[in-house]
């Protein structure tokens, strides 16, 4: 029999599309036969995870294809998500998940003799982005492929994305991440799908055969964007959509040139130059230093993508001007800012358009998320830099600026100090392009990630923006994926859920509502608690192996896992540690809830207090762990290459989460999500999301100490002296004369004196002023902790109230709200052909 010429072949056997046991295990052995070329006998560890890879690659490949012919014959918005960073995390797993097959290929393996297990863990993280903006953009999607939403993720497909983390000697020492080094099994490389990038250069006017006026760019430089697609699988649906990446590659016919006349080597060099733009991810996560390479990937992944949506659209629609209705592009944060003159210049000088549809079609697509309220970290290009990269790109934004500032002195006349405010051009010393104003200007939404961010967008870094057009500034508060952080990390507690509730929360976060109900069964309880003891014991064996550092699995597992930063007051936990060694060592026998300090996370490798707090983390774990005294009441780990691989052993363990930032810092933090999902109590201050997580699991729930916003400013605004507190109270000064002093660094007395300086002179982040509150808040942990059964009931209590906190809940308010998107279901068995 014929089949159709779009049925996938292997449908018709089953063999490659089968989700019963027998068709797993023929599949798998079939895929390490034909695509490793091995025999189970002489298999690698490496070649089952790969036989296993395609096997499920194979299942999702029929979903995909369907789910674009779906979307291509609706019609619908799409969402097109421009992020330069996404953290995905490994894809085994959370595939097996979302297709609902992780308890037959589990047996499957088993019965060929292997270990899922294991072939989970040989995966390799995918570590393109640094931390929580990354992490975010790869929850938000797996919900809108979970809410069936048309969407599609564009990036850079970096070969190093970010470094693995060492610790030698108890410094950070950064290793290169070779990811792609074994291969990757869930990518397909789309080479005919391809675009050229015009760098550098100069433009010329010109009259075209109409007379019009118009401007021609001249590059001195191509790079060719190849396109590198990974399927994302919703969850319990056939919805996949595609996180498109850009690969950089030397645009062959640029290079003939140099080649033809003989110039071989320097025709190679050129090849090399151009693939360095994908090379590697940049590893800072709060300094914008202004790097040529990194403007040039901003732009470079910008202009693949937005050319390859003009070619979607352009395959159903003869006009570009259908662009907006077609797709709502969200800005993650300003990297992708670029997209607004691009989208000008593609409709203006590629399409012909004129300025002011091309301005309306810009303006109605644009929407962009701030996720960042320190000042160091907001984007600015040096003039000349940006004029030497993108000459046409820096005359766009002139003229977007001087339309702009137009109307502000229309509305606002006389007003120059608010108009140069608010110029996309920073004319205050060296001349900037800031990226937050051509961002703000060129959407027609802006949102900050958790409430109080938003309220602090509005009134202080975007206030002039905010006082121009209020309408346009709108919350979206984050969200996390609860297949990732709940179910596929924490199995056994998991099944208890389902057992209580039933299945449903894995999409409807707020049927954990339903817990509450539970949370005062002593049965409950017991079983409760024993999954996280075997969590943590799971735990100590990861650590043990890692560190060398023994864990007690009744000790309190205190937890702070998140990119170092000042602000995020890692070091205000050390000296709480240090209070507690003190208190110990002072009076001996003095009864304490044995506590396990675990931190984890990665320092950018130019930032030197950074870097010396993980030292510093690692000289009071020696101390501590060192001293008989303490022996079975305080221990400290620092957790290695804190990554989403790590966190998924981490989190499920994890009883108290820290997050203790200087009120007003953290935009959101996502981090305190996953934690509170898994069980663990908060202890932190009134920043980011955790006011809307105290406010939902409850102030009883939750252990709260520090200034305010509003506080910290007064203090501020009143002289803080940092000194005066030290000077003023002995518990503090003993604990940072001990951190000044050999005993916490042995033979080198000096090398925290930098740390010590910084909190003494300045202590830009208070935690001198937040000390005291902190210390106190820690002794009412302890004592919570002593009293288990009511310890136990706040753990399930918070776990039943973080439904709020759910991607798919964020994911619904942006589409609501900022992108105006439905869902376009897809079906299985729907036609294979859009004929
Ligand atoms: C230019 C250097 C640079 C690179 C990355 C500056 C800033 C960034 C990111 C915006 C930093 C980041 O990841 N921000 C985090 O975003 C999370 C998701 O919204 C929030 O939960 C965190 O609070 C915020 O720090």
Same mark, same amino acid.
């Given at each position: 029999?014929?089949?159709?010429?779009?049925?996938?072949?292997?449908?018709?056997?089953?063999v490659? $599309?089968?989700?019963?046991?027998?068709?797993w295990?023929?599949?798998?052995?079939?895929?390490?036969? =034909?695509v490793?070329?091995?025999f189970?006998?002489?298999?690698?560890?490496?070649?089952?995870?790969?036989?296993?890879?395609?096997?499920?690659?194979?299942?999702?490949?029929?979903?995909?294809?369907k789910?674009?012919?779906?979307?291509?014959?609706?019609?619908s918005?799409?969402?097109?998500?421009?992020?330069?960073? =996404?953290?995905?995390?490994?894809?085994?797993?959370?595939?097996?998940?979302?297709?609902?097959?992780?308890?037959?290929?589990?047996?499957?393996?088993?019965e060929?003799?292997?270990?899922?297990?294991?072939?989970?863990?040989?995966e390799?993280?995918?570590?393109?982005?640094?931390?929580?903006?990354?992490?975010?953009?790869?929850?938000?999607?797996?919900?809108?492929?979970?809410?069936?939403?048309?969407?599609?993720?564009?990036?850079?497909?970096?070969?190093?994305?970010?470094?693995? !983390?060492?610790?030698?000697?108890? @410094?950070?020492?950064?290793?290169?991440?070779?990811?792609l080094?074994?291969?990757?099994? @869930?990518e397909?490389?789309?080479?005919?799908? +391809?675009y050229?990038?015009q760098?550098?250069?100069?433009?010329?006017?010109?009259?075209?055969?109409?007379?019009r006026?118009?401007?021609?760019w001249?590059?001195?430089?191509?790079?060719?964007?190849?396109?590198?697609?990974?399927?994302?699988?919703?969850?319990?649906v056939?919805?996949?959509?595609?996180?498109?990446l850009?690969?950089?590659?030397?645009?062959e016919?640029?290079? %003939?040139?140099?080649?033809?006349?003989?110039?071989?080597?320097?025709?190679?060099?050129?090849?090399?130059?151009?693939?360095?733009?994908?090379k590697v991810?940049?590893?800072?996560d709060?300094?914008?230093?202004?790097?040529?390479?990194?403007?040039?990937?901003?732009y470079f992944?910008?202009?693949?993508?937005?050319?390859?949506?003009?070619?979607?659209?352009l395959?159903?629609?003869?006009?570009v001007?259908?662009f907006?209705?077609k797709?709502?592009v969200q800005?993650n944060?300003?990297?992708?800012?670029?997209?607004?003159?691009?989208?000008?210049?593609?409709?203006?000088?590629?399409?012909?358009?004129?300025?002011?549809?091309?301005?309306?079609?810009? *303006?109605? $697509?644009?929407?962009?998320?701030?996720?960042?309220?320190?000042p160091?970290?907001?984007?600015k290009w040096?003039?000349?830099? =940006?004029?030497?990269?993108?000459?046409?790109?820096?005359?766009?934004?002139?003229e977007?600026?001087?339309r %702009?500032?137009?109307?502000?002195?229309?509305?606002?006349?006389?007003?120059?100090?608010?108009?140069?405010?608010?110029?996309?051009?920073?004319?205050s010393?060296p001349?900037?392009?800031r990226?937050?104003h051509?961002?703000?200007v060129?959407?027609?939404?802006?949102?900050?990630?958790?409430?109080?961010?938003?309220?602090?967008?509005?009134?202080?870094?975007?206030?002039?923006f905010?006082r121009?057009?209020?309408?346009?500034?709108?919350?979206?508060?984050?969200g996390? $994926?609860?297949?990732?952080?709940?179910?596929?990390c924490?199995?056994?507690?998991?099944a208890?859920?389902?057992?209580?509730?039933?299945?449903? @929360?894995?999409?409807?976060?707020?049927q954990?509502?339903?817990?509450?109900?539970k949370?005062?069964?002593?049965?409950?309880?017991?079983?409760?608690?024993?999954?996280?003891?075997?969590?943590?014991?799971?735990l100590a064996?990861?650590?043990?192996?890692?560190?060398?550092?023994?864990?007690?699995?009744?000790?309190?597992?205190d937890? !702070?896992?998140?990119?170092? *930063?000042?602000?995020?007051?890692?070091?205000l936990?050390?000296?709480?540690?240090?209070?507690?060694y003190?208190?110990?060592?002072?009076?001996?026998?003095?009864?304490v809830?044995?506590?396990?300090?675990?931190?984890?996370?990665?320092?950018?490798?130019?930032?030197?207090?950074?870097?010396?707090?993980?030292?510093?983390?690692n000289?009071?774990?020696?101390?501590?762990?060192?001293?008989?005294?303490?022996?079975?009441?305080l221990?400290?780990?620092f957790?290695?290459?804190?990554n989403?691989?790590?966190?998924?052993?981490?989190?499920?363990?994890?009883?108290?989460?820290? !997050?203790?930032?200087?009120?007003?810092?953290?935009?959101?933090?996502t981090?305190?999500?996953?934690?509170?999902?898994?069980g663990?109590?908060?202890?932190?201050t009134?920043?980011?999301a955790?006011?809307?997580i105290?406010?939902?699991?409850?102030?009883?729930?939750?252990?709260?100490f520090?200034? $305010?916003?509003d506080?910290?400013?007064?203090?501020?605004?009143?002289?803080?002296?940092?000194?005066?507190?030290?000077?003023?109270?002995?518990?503090?000064?003993?604990?940072?004369?001990l951190?000044g002093s050999?005993a916490?660094?042995?033979?080198?007395?000096?090398r925290f004196?930098?740390?010590?300086d910084?909190?003494?002179?300045?202590?830009?982040?208070?935690?001198?002023?937040?000390?005291?509150?902190?210390?106190?808040?820690?002794?009412?942990?302890?004592?919570?902790?002593?009293? !288990?059964?009511?310890?136990?009931?706040?753990s399930?209590?918070n776990?039943?109230?973080m439904?709020?906190?759910?991607?798919?809940? +964020?994911?619904?308010?942006?589409?609501?709200?900022?992108?105006r998107?439905?869902?376009?279901p897809?079906t299985?068995?729907?036609? +294979? +052909?859009d004929?």
């Open positions: 029999m014929a089949t159709h010429p779009d049925k996938a072949p292997a449908l018709v056997e089953g490659r $599309t089968g989700l019963s046991l027998a068709a295990k023929r599949a798998f052995l079939d895929n390490l036969f =034909f490793q070329g091995r189970q006998s002489v298999a690698t560890p490496n070649d089952n995870y790969m036989a296993l890879a395609y096997t499920v690659r194979d299942r999702l490949l029929e979903r995909w294809i789910t674009s012919l779906t979307y291509k014959a609706g019609q918005r799409t969402v097109a998500y421009l992020s330069a960073e =996404f953290l995905p995390g490994p894809n085994l797993g959370n595939n097996l998940v979302n297709l609902g097959a992780m308890q037959v290929v589990r047996q499957a393996m088993t060929v003799g292997l270990d899922l297990d294991k072939l989970l863990e040989q390799e993280e995918p570590g393109l982005g640094n931390g929580g903006l990354g992490r975010l953009a790869a929850c938000y999607l797996d919900s809108l492929a979970t809410l069936q939403i048309p969407a599609i993720g564009y990036g850079i497909r970096y070969e190093f994305g970010i470094f693995d !983390q060492q610790l030698r000697d108890g @410094w950070q020492v950064e290793v290169t991440d070779k990811w080094s074994l291969g990757n099994p @869930w397909i490389s789309r080479p005919e799908i +391809s050229p990038v760098l550098g250069g100069h433009t010329e006017p010109y009259r075209d055969e109409g007379g006026f118009r401007v021609r001249v590059p001195d430089r191509v790079v060719r964007g190849v396109a590198v697609d990974t399927p994302i699988l919703g969850y319990g056939p919805t996949a959509n595609t996180l498109r850009w690969k950089a590659e030397a645009a016919s640029f290079d %003939f040139q140099a080649f033809n006349i003989g110039d071989y080597y320097r025709a190679v060099e050129k090849k090399i130059q151009s693939e360095t733009l994908s991810l940049y590893p800072n709060d300094l914008a230093a202004g790097k040529q390479l990194r403007l040039e990937q901003q992944f910008v202009s693949c993508a937005l050319r390859d949506m003009i070619r979607i659209l395959q159903t629609e003869t006009d001007r259908g907006a209705r797709y709502a800005l944060d300003t990297h992708p800012a670029l997209a607004v003159a691009e989208l000008m210049r593609l409709l203006v000088d590629e399409h012909d358009l004129d300025w002011e549809p091309a301005w309306e079609i810009t *303006h109605a $697509t644009m929407g962009y998320t701030n996720h960042t309220l320190l160091e970290a907001l984007e040096p003039l000349a830099l =940006f004029n030497r990269v993108l000459p046409r790109h820096l005359e766009i934004i002139y977007i600026n001087r %702009f500032l137009g109307e502000v002195r229309a509305r606002f006349p006389g007003d120059e100090a608010l108009a140069s405010r608010l110029s996309l051009i920073d004319e010393g001349r900037h392009v990226m937050a051509l961002a703000c060129g959407s027609h939404r802006i949102n900050g990630v958790a409430r109080l961010h938003s309220e602090l967008l509005a009134r202080d870094v975007l206030r002039d905010h121009l057009a209020p309408e346009r500034f709108t919350n979206v508060t984050n996390i $994926t609860p297949r990732r952080f709940l179910l596929l924490n199995p056994a507690l998991a208890l859920i389902d057992e209580a509730v039933g299945p449903g @929360w894995a999409t409807n976060l707020h954990l509502r339903e817990l509450e109900g949370a005062d069964d002593p049965a409950f309880r017991a079983r409760w608690r024993k999954i996280k003891r075997d969590n943590k014991v799971a064996r990861e650590v043990k192996a890692r560190t060398g550092v023994e864990l007690e699995p009744d000790a309190l597992l937890v !702070q896992v998140k990119r170092l *930063h000042e602000y995020k007051r890692q070091h936990n050390l000296l709480h540690v240090l209070t507690q003190l208190r110990i060592k002072a009076d001996p026998k003095r009864p809830v044995p506590r396990a300090v675990l931190f984890g996370g990665k320092a950018a490798p130019g930032y030197l207090m950074a870097k010396l707090i993980i030292k510093l983390c000289n009071v774990a020696d101390l501590v762990n060192g001293d008989p005294d303490v022996r079975g009441r221990k400290v780990v957790f290695p290459d804190y989403v691989k790590n966190a998924q052993h981490i989190l499920p363990a994890a009883e108290l989460s820290e !997050q203790i930032s200087t009120a007003g810092k953290e935009a959101s933090g981090g305190n999500m996953k934690l509170a999902l898994n663990a109590l908060t202890i932190g009134l920043d980011g955790n006011i809307e105290r406010e939902e699991v409850g102030a009883e729930n939750f252990f709260l520090g200034l $305010t916003v506080e910290i400013r007064a203090r501020r605004a009143a002289g803080y002296q940092p000194r005066r507190l030290y000077e003023e109270d002995p518990e503090l000064r003993a604990v940072i004369d951190l050999e916490v660094s042995p033979g080198n007395r000096g004196r930098p740390l010590v910084a909190l003494l002179d300045h202590d830009e982040y208070m935690l001198l002023a937040d000390y005291r509150a902190y210390v106190a808040c820690q002794d009412q942990v302890a004592e919570a902790y002593q009293d !288990q059964e009511r310890w136990t009931r706040m399930i209590l776990t039943a109230r439904g709020k906190f759910s991607s798919d809940r +964020s994911v619904r308010e942006y589409c609501e709200t900022i992108w998107v439905n869902a376009e897809v299985l068995d729907s036609p +294979s +052909s004929g």
